[in-house]
């Protein structure tokens, strides 16, 4: 059977553009909030990726981190971003969800029961930061064999050999970083050279899914529409934090970034 | 499965093909990004350890600019004082800089060198390991950036302006608890952006595999010194010592301790117990803490039940840290060194009586070591030898001291 996250690229595909991803993370600014942007932005969004917060993350930027510390400063629990994730499925039983975190949750949590936690509440898939191929083996195939996508990264810094190695080991997506650069940086390098290097993964195996994340704003998406997905992240919890510094409703605020993101690459 | 050390292996090559020392601690947990230079570190380090070259030019500018060996004395004072076992001082505060923080910065500077970079960064928290790289930077012609808390950069200021002077830019961190735990987040950040032209120093036998094996051989050159001064003195290695010394990261322990692995030598390390009366210590190995993942390698850790690093509390901003080196975690768990810790006031209290007694005077982190051999020393036989590693001298400390004791004596 093919993953829900299947289903979306190829459902993008045949609209000939390339699937939106959004990164928000669990708990920011409350529980309740982070759910009701799933709600609302699912509405554009085709995938939807959901942080859990950690306390000393060793590869995002301000905005994200700033997400993090508030949410933990709410008190955040793993467990709430499971509740999270299940309230929205049921709503949305169809759109995939993809958790995103450190691995240092996921260790004391033990590997098994964390995945019986996302099978449980509909997780589609995983991205976990700090656990590099080919470390990431033996989680890897726990993820397969609960038909939870694992998502393994590809950097400008990977060598050739490794990522073929990569690919061939990856499951329905692959995660392209388009920069040396924590999460949110300013796009350094231009879109054209990102699809160039981008194509060079694509001719490895052409039926994988990647898409590009880092650096990816209202103002560089447009550039780069060819690819098969495009992850938003830390401009959208820059428009949470923007929206709480004003005064004004998070949600509604986000709600309106992401259609605006969406018009872009129709 | 009881973990063993092996015999005629140097410790820090005792780990498996995943970088992990006993199965269960270190490793390389880290974002795809520092995959690449990572491996290009652990390569050119591999193939530089061997380089009878290198190793000529690391030995001359061991000898040269940190001046070693650094001296070995006998506490008479305060052996007599206290009676009991004989005490003894490796005196690592006379390096070049007043830290053995400056074998791990001089090293990876000229490792630097060799890979072609021309900036280097690193983490501090006391401010030694900053301190000693901006000094190594300055010297060997890189240019560098210091990554440290807000926190520390108030109770550091001497090393702080020291950092500031070697032409090193100090970028303040004021993410999380604003110390040392933040400031190594914060540089392994800086680092994952711009590792193309930067090389990273990791302050202490911590992080990535390849930052912990750096570390360790480079100061293991303490204990190298250490070797050749107690045969002189004693003619041979005495077969009843014990070798103190404070951890934090576990650096200079690490050094203190390379050659006596496979010896009869007590190693006994000591860690921050934080105020007396207070939940807060900085102590994961005599505490009790969990194995967890921090700043990209397995260890044991203060953290809650979610696996979110707890916060900290010492005196000793260079012990300030909820982690510790996976070699120390190994060391543990094989029992071949024991823990255990000594409170801000115990180590205050020595401070005082060393520097009252001896023309020493230890900074807060070694202060810590001594206030358990002067917990020790009464107990034991006068046939009996503690030797502390001094690593660092109390000058940094000055403002701290005079506010907790009224003043200051060195």
Known sequence: MKSKINLTFEKCKKE?????????????????????????ISKHADILELGFPHNTPIADGGQIQ????????????????????????????????????????????????????????GVDGCIIVDLPYPENKKFANKCKKKSINFIQLISPTTPVNRMKKIIRDSHDMVYYISMLSTTGGRLKVSPKNILKKYSKIKRINSKKNIVIGFGITD?????????????????????????????????????KVVYNLKNKIL | ?????????????????????????GGNFIPET?????????KLFSKLRKDKKFLKERDYHFESYIGAPTPFIKLENLTNHLGGAQIYAKVVSEANGGAHKIYNATVHCLIAKRAGKKFIVGDTGAGYAGKMLSMAAKKFGLRCKIFMGAKDIKRQR?????????????VPVTSGSQTLVD????????????????????????????????????????????????????????????????????????????????????????????????KLHAAP????????????????????????????????????????????CFLKDTKRARYTSASDEDALKAYRLVSKLENISPSLEPSHAFAEAIKLAPKLKSSEIIIVNSCGDSLKDKDIIKQKLGSYIR
């Open chain 1, 219 to 255: 103002k560089t998406i447009s550039g780069l529409k060819s690819a098969d997905g495009l992850v938003v992240g830390s401009m959208l919890c820059k428009t949470i934090t923007n929206s709480l510094k004003m005064g004004q409703n998070p949600v509604t605020n986000l709600d």
């Open chain 2, 1 to 25: 499965m009881t973990l063993k050390i092996k015999k005629g292996v140097p410790l820090i090559d005792q780990h498996d093909k995943n970088f992990m020392y006993g199965g269960k601690f």
């Open chain 2, 158 to 170: 001497p090393n702080v302006e020291a950092i500031k002077k070697n032409g090193a830019t100090i």
């Open chain 1, 16 to 40: 000939k553009r390339p699937a939106l991803l959004t990164y928000t993370v669990a708990g920011d600014n409350t529980k309740l909030n982070s759910l009701k942007m799933l709600n609302k």
């Open chain 2, 183 to 278: 400031a190594v987040s914060e540089c392994m950040r800086y680092w994952v952006a711009n590792n193309d032209t930067t090389n990273l120093c990791v302050g202490s036998t911590v992080g990535p595999n390849i930052f912990v094996k750096i570390c360790a051989w480079s100061t293991a050159q303490i204990s190298r010194e250490l070797v050749t001064q107690l045969k002189e003195e004693f003619g041979k290695i005495p077969r009843k010592i014990k070798l103190l010394n404070c951890v934090g990261g576990g650096s200079s322990a690490m050094g203190f301790w390379n050659e006596f692995i496979d010896t009869d030598a007590e190693l006994i390390g000591i860690e921050a117990g934080g105020p007396k009366n207070s």
């Open chain 2, 34 to 42: 520092l995959k690449k230079p990572i491996d290009d570190l652990t």
């Open chain 2, 285 to 328: 190995l005599s505490s009790g803490s969990k194995i967890g993942i921090l700043h990209g390698a397995a260890q044991y850790v203060i953290q809650d039940e979610d696996g979110q690093i707890g916060s900290t509390e010492s005196i000793s901003a260079g012990l300030d840290y909820p982690g510790i080196s996976p070699l120390h």
């Open chain 1, 66 to 121: 700033g997400s993090s510390h508030r949410a933990l400063r709410n008190g955040f629990k793993l467990k709430d971003v499971f509740q999270i994730v299940k309230k929205f499925k049921k709503n949305n039983p169809n759109k995939p969800l993809i958790l995103m975190g450190y691995f240092n949750l996921i260790y004391q949590n033990g590997e098994n029961n964390f995945l019986k936690n996302c099978k449980t509440a």
